[in-house]
């Protein structure tokens, strides 16, 4: 398991944390994303050009790439963009 450390734009970063998005579209150049690896979301707000400092760790659960095979990926996805579907991990 690899822990990736990611910029989200303040209004991605809100709509992961309050449970609207369940997904995170990403190059795959970037890293070596897997699934079951944490993808640790760093707010960004984009208007002041800084990070928040509020961060939110996030399993990755799932991914979708040109290489899946669906109706639509092949066709949908560049072969540098991958889908993660991912779900926010629980304080204990």
């Known amino acids: 398991m690899t ?5 989200s734009w303040t209004y991605l970063f809100n709509a992961v944390k309050s ?5 995170d579209f ?8 897997k699934v079951g690896d944490v993808l640790v ?9 800084q990070f ?3 961060e939110l760790p ?3 659960t799932y991914m979708t790439d040109y290489r899946t ?3 639509m990926s092949s066709m949908a996805l560049d072969k ?8 926010p991990i629980k304080e204990s």
């Open 26 to 33: 990403r190059n795959v150049d970037e890293r070596d994303y």
């Open 69 to 71: 095979p669906c109706a």
């Open 52 to 54: 928040t400092g509020n």
């Open 80 to 87: 540098k963009a991958t889908v993660l579907s991912i779900e």
């Open 41 to 49: 979301l760093c707010e960004y707000d984009q208007a002041t050009g």
């Open 19 to 23: 449970g609207l998005k369940k997904h």
């Open 58 to 60: 996030c399993r990755i």
């Open 3 to 7: 822990t990736h450390r990611v910029k």
